[in-house]
């Protein structure tokens, strides 16, 4: 390495690597000293950690398009520097093995001479061509697929890991090699090597350091610029990267976006405005590997582990509206990107949205009222539902019919002859009990699957479907309120009611048909599609042993009834050939013709209420959780979480209250939870959003707890004994329905 790189790099691991920008401008400045940039692969001239981040911004945008407009024209160049532009350049020939790489390390550490490494990794770094001379399984192979990259994986993964242990010069010379191969100009499209060195180069670890953000953000910005043909590739080869691989580009891609965002330090990188591409480029690169986890045949790793946390400090409806403004044009927006949102930031974004339509309801109503000279009635602002208990699902059904037009405006709910404003408790009583009645067996509108645990539609035909409606503006409306709802519905229901997330415009166009599965069929009927997988995989004569036609038969009322799969199925037998269509036509009919009418109903229902662009940033899983909330209890959280009034966190009453309440059995902590809450389900951000309050209540300690649901709190009178106060807590939240929450 040169005297003057020496100096440039000297200025320890903790300093900012070079920018391209600062490349690019000491290259500018040779060529107008005649000079051609670049000697013997070393830089020339020196340029400080501060100059690096003040060239910063002369780096032009690295596309497609502006590339070619910047390439200077070969008629141009001097006869001396003319050189052909070969189509495919034929790779040199590596020989050195992982074994031979590995035991070179092991000499090095042990001698401290580390020539050989050093050179092998100036080496091999130092351009794309030279990237895959190294790592490419055969030098001069193909590997035009997706099925392949071509890289010798566990090559790639010794040099890697082996890479952050070896001397700072080394390290440093690698990342000066990369910026030499972002520099190198290509003519015309990318070739599969380009490609092969992007997938190679988004796997360094070394963009885990702060110092490497300027060089590993024109490297994104690249990969970012690529062609959609060129992404689909890199999208199917990252699939194949272990899930340990997989996971660690995929942190530091996060951490690299929430830095970007939160600097620790305000000068340790360049000014935002002077590279606000870097957090789009980001974004775009995390949303292949984000495509790679979803078209893997099982998920590489769990969606939630993309959300970036840090999202949840920034100005989050700034972005949605930007995103609302326009759309999935040029002006970037993380709502372009949902997968990065936690579904705390898209619940905020829903029930912002919601505060808005409800403030613009009330504000229509009240305008209404005073334009025509009316005395205006508070109770206009609200959705008021009056129901008796005895008469509880036709009168909901009533309310909710009649109040069609009301259902924007905040929930209120009054059960009549008896005395309590509802501060949400009785709103949080009224779905708990509706829900309970609709599910129930005997009404029939939904199939109780006991091998699965779930509810689904009933395909009964009547001429009113305004029930199935109810279900679903019920639905809407405690996402609109945001009360959980103790639903069992297969995750299949809720990709059916994104589909589409938004209302057609055409009122006959169809709703809710989502392309059904054998896997979709296996979370509602496992025993079903068991046995259709059983026919798929069949070696016999399927035609003869099975004796199936393209029929389906359902009872309906006690009356069994059959159902051509297509026009004349009941004359078209199943055989080898065609039994895969069979499947395909048979599992549609059953989760998506069978019960279109119903679930058309159960859609504009629910659509009736949270008609709202934010739909489109969910997952089928995330509005699950939306609706049904979160299902696990931890105790131990609410406990940390717990404020108190009255009490002191270490009192006798309050450390007995949480022995006994840790040891409850689930069902009993459920009930606890719903005692004090009115539900007994967790809402998205988790137990510290309950916001639960222990507050001491001066009465005699015969008396038991009581709860003020619309407040999640609990008021215990200072029992002084551990058996006692689980005793009365016992009977508390045993018997609370309907009495003693307020």
Known sequence: ?????????????????????????????????????????????????????????????????????????????????????????????????????????????????????????????????????????????????????????????????????????????????????????????????DLRAYFILVQNPQYSSTSTYVIYAHLLRQIAALSEADHHFLVHWLKKLSPRRFRQPVERLLQFISTRLFPAEPDELPPLAKCSWWIPSATKVLGLFNAANSVSSAPIMPFTDFYNIALEHIDFMEEYRTWQNYGSSNRFSFCQFPFILSTVVKKAIIQKDSEQQMISQARQSLVSKVSRRQRVDMNLLFLNIKVRRAQLLSDSLDELTRKRCDLKKKLRVTFVG???????????????????????????????????????????????????????????????????????????????????????????????????????????????????????????????????????????????????LKPGGDKIPVSKQNRKEYVQLYVDFLLNKSICKQFAAFYHGFHSVCASDALMLLRPEEVEMLVCGIPELDMSALQKAAQYEGYGKTETTVRCFWDVVLAFPLELQKKLLHFATGSDRVPVGGMADLNFKISKIDVPTDWLPISHTCFNQICLPPYRTRKELKQKLTIAISNAEGFGLE
């Open 418 to 564: 008896e005395a309590g404003l509802d501060m949400g408790g009785l709103t949080k009583e009224w779905f708990l009990l509706l829900v309970r009645q609709i599910f129930h067996t005997d009404y029939g509108m939904f199939t109780y699957m006991k091998d699965s645990r779930c509810h689904w539609f009933s395909s009964w035909k009547c001429d009113n479907y305004s029930e199935f409606q109810l279900v679903g503006t019920l639905m809407g409306l405690a996402v609109y309120n945001s009360i959980a709802l103790d639903i069992h519905f297969p995750l299949y229901c809720y990709r059916k009611l994104l589909t589409p997330p938004t209302v057609p415009c055409d009122q006959n166009a169809l709703v809710g048909m989502a392309t059904a599965t054998l896997d979709d069929l296996q979370q509602i009927m496992p025993e079903l599609a068991h046995g259709l997988g059983e026919l798929l995989s069949y070696e016999g004569n399927v035609e003869e042993d099975f004796y199936l036609m393209f029929q389906v038969f359902q009872e309906e009322m006690g009356v069994v009834k059959s159902h051509n």
């Open 1 to 193: 390495m040169s005297s003057s790189c020496k100096k440039a790099f000297g200025r320890g691991a903790k300093q900012p690597f070079p920018s391209l920008g600062s490349f690019i401008s000491t290259l500018s400045q040779r060529r107008e000293a005649g000079g051609r940039g670049f000697a013997g692969g070393t830089l020339t001239g020196t340029l400080t950690g501060t100059q690096w981040l003040r060239h910063g911004r002369e780096l032009p945008p690295i596309c497609s398009d502006v590339r070619q407009k910047q390439r200077l024209s070969i008629d141009t160049l001097p006869p001396e520097v003319k050189a052909p532009f070969p189509s495919d350049p034929v790779i040199p020939l590596r020989t050195k093995t992982t074994k031979d790489f590995q035991e070179d390390v092991e000499r090095a550490a042990q001698s401290g001479d580390w020539r050989e490494v050093r050179e092998f990794y100036l080496a091999t770094f130092d351009s794309f061509i030279e990237i895959n001379a190294a790592f490419k399984r055969e030098a001069n192979g193909s590997f035009n697929t997706v099925d392949d990259s071509g890289v010798n994986a566990k090559f790639v993964n010794a040099v890697y890991d082996a890479l952050l242990g070896t001397p700072q010069d080394i390290q440093k010379s690698v990342l000066k090699g990369i910026i030499n191969s972002l520099l190198r100009e290509w003519k015309g499209p990318r070739t599969k090597d």
